[in-house]
């Protein structure tokens, strides 16, 4: 998959930061990752604070890169699931050290402690 990058040298960094770095990408990845294929409600459940249009058009901006796809389920009645293509689930330790880089760095709100942001 050939994406752009800005400057004259190719920078895979800023290459990646362009496929991932939308506010809901990284959690809609790390959502699927640890849930497997997911209906849109239960997504967006499990997507706290993004509206069903953000999430609608994230899923679709994810869909376009191939990192996400849509099946729709023939059952009765039918239902929509979406899931990581392989190059999606790739990304699991990206996923993974930003989620550990966060639990070492980061904080709730109502918590203190020193040196955390």
Not at 25 to 40: A, D, E, S
Not at 73 to 88: A, H, K, M, W
């Amino acid at each position: 998959m050939a994406v752009w990058c800005a400057g004259e040298d190719w920078c895979p960094v800023t290459s990646t930061a362009t496929l991932i770095c939308r506010k809901w990408h990284p959690v809609i990845v790390h959502r699927l990752l640890h849930n497997g294929p997911t209906g849109f409600s239960k997504l967006e459940d499990h997507v706290d604070g993004v509206s069903s249009k953000v999430l609608s058009d994230s899923l679709e901006d994810l869909q376009e890169k191939g990192l996400v796809e849509r099946t729709v389920i023939n059952d009765q009645p039918f239902r929509v699931e979406y899931s990581l293509t392989e190059r999606g689930a790739d990304l699991e330790p990206i996923i993974s050290a930003m989620e550990q880089w966060g639990k070492a760095n980061l904080q709730a709100p109502n918590e203190s402690a020193e040196g955390r942001f």
